[in-house]
């Protein structure tokens, strides 16, 4: 089965930075589009970023940049470098997976996701 662990995120200053790690695992589906999204207290969740298979990169213009979403094909690892902070920025992020065609933007369209990381600036 699918599993993405996330890691790196903790509190951190305005105009800090951080880069956030998802590690995916049990992912059969060649190329899949694979995302950052986050969540506030008593918010929907909501796209950070996505990146195709073949590489093309979509960000929300409220991070767009200040925030990159790569990834390590070979170890099936997605990122997202987090630069100058913003206390708006504060929030649980999620890695997604969507094992079909296609990269959209709306989290029901995701079907495997991480348990979360804390990203607190203050």
């Known amino acids: 089965h699918v599993q993405l662990v996330e890691s790196g995120g903790e509190s951190v200053q305005a105009e800090g930075s951080l880069r956030l790690s998802c590690v995916a695992s049990?992912?059969?589906?060649?190329?899949?589009?694979m995302g950052w999204f986050s969540q506030q207290p008593g918010k929907e969740r909501e796209l950070v970023a996505t990146?195709?298979?073949?590489?093309?990169?979509l960000y929300v213009d409220s991070v767009e940049g200040r925030f990159t979403i790569t990834r390590e094909k070979d170890k099936n690892i997605l990122y997202l470098q987090m630069n100058n902070l913003k206390p708006g920025d504060t929030a649980m992020y999620y890695c997604?997976?969507?094992?079909?065609?296609?990269?959209?933007?709306?989290?029901?369209?995701?079907?495997?996701w991480g348990q979360g990381t804390q990203v607190t600036v203050s």
């Open positions: 049990g992912i059969t589906y060649k190329g899949p589009c």
């Open positions: 997604a997976v969507r094992l079909n065609s296609g990269c959209p933007i709306r989290p029901s369209d995701f079907s495997e």
């Open positions: 990146m195709e298979g073949y590489g093309r990169t």
